[in-house]
C-alpha cells in the first residue's frame, strides 16, 4: 500500500512538472532559477511597433482641382479665356510648374490630374464640382474659391457667411461619402483689395475693369471717397470672414489642410497679374500660387 501510494505522489508530481514546463513555454518568460530563462535575444524580447501610417502623405499621386477662374487660369494667356494649361494646381505650362507637375512631373500631370474648376463659380456650385472631383478617385484635392461670392455687382449681394459655411460643409460631406481618404489642400480667398490697389496703377486695368469685373471691390477704382472706401472695407472683411470659416471647417476634417492664410497675404505684384485685366493672376502669379501650395501640401506639419 505505501509503495503503491508512493508511486502515485511520483506521477502526481511528474505531471505538475510537466504541466509548469508547458506553461513556462507558452508564455516565454523564464520560471524559476537560470536553467528556466528563455534564451537571450530570443523569448522575452518584444519586436518593435511598426511605425502609424502618418494621416498625411506629402507625396500624392494624382491631383483633383475645384475651384474659380483662377484655378481655371482665366485670362492668364489669352483674353477673356479660360487657360487650364496655365493653372495654378493642374496645368502643363513649364514656366508655372503647377502644383501637379512638382508632385507628379510633367507626364504624370497629364495623366493623373483633372481641373473641375468653372470660371465665376460660388461656393454654392462647391458641392457639384466636389462630386465630379470624387469620381476620379484622387489622393489630394485642391480648394480654391470665395472671391466670386465677394465679387458681386454690390455689396449687398454677397454671398452671407452663414451660407458659405452651409455650402463648404456640404461640399465637404460630398467628397466625404465618396472619397473618404481623398486628402483636401484649401486655398485661403486672395485680398481683393490688394489687387486693387496694385491694379488700378495700370491705365488698361482700369479701363478693363469698367467692363464689370468685381465691382463691389474694383467698381469706380479711383474714387477715393468716403463711400467707396466703406465699400471697399466691407468687401475685405468679409473676404476675412470667408477665409475664417475655410480654415475652421478644414480644421475639423482630419485629412484636409488650409494654406495658413498664405494665398491671403501673398503681395502679388504688378508683374503676377494678367495683362489683359490686371487681376486675376497671369502665369508668374500662377506660379507664386502652385509655389505656395507645394509647401503646404509638402511640409512635416500642416501651416500654422
Known sequence: MAERASR?????????????????????TGCGGDGGAAPRGT?????????????????????AAVG????????????LADCPEASW??????????????????????????NHAASGARMAQLPEQMALAAKDRPELVTVMIGANDACRD??????????FRDSFEASMRQLRAAAPRAQVYVASVPDLMRLWSTGRTNPLGRQIWKLGICRSMLGDADDLGA????????????????????????ARDERCRHDGGAVFDHRFTGAQLSRWDWFHPGPDGQARLAEIAYRAVTAAAPPA
Not at 523569448?43 to 491631383?63: E, F, I, K, N, Q
Not at 496645368?91 to 510633367?106: C, H, K, M, N, Q
Open 227 to 250: 463711400a467707396a472706401v466703406a465699400r471697399r472695407d466691407a468687401v475685405r472683411e468679409r473676404v476675412v470672414a470667408y477665409n475664417e470659416v475655410l480654415r475652421e471647417v478644414c
Open 8 to 28: 502515485r505522489r511520483g506521477r502526481g508530481a511528474g505531471a505538475g512538472l510537466a504541466a509548469f514546463a508547458l506553461a513556462c513555454a507558452a508564455v516565454l
Open 89 to 114: 494646381a493642374t496645368g502643363t505650362d513649364a514656366g508655372v510648374r503647377s502644383l501637379a507637375v512638382r508632385l507628379l512631373g510633367v507626364s504624370g500631370a497629364a495623366s493623373h490630374s483633372w
Open 43 to 63: 523569448a522575452g524580447v518584444r519586436s518593435p511597433s511598426p511605425s502609424p501610417t502618418p494621416l498625411w502623405d506629402v507625396s500624392p499621386s494624382s491631383v
Open 154 to 163: 454690390s455689396v449687398e449681394l454677397m454671398t452671407p457667411v452663414a451660407g
Open 68 to 79: 474659380d477662374s483662377v484655378t481655371r487660369g482665366f485670362d492668364a494667356c489669352a483674353v
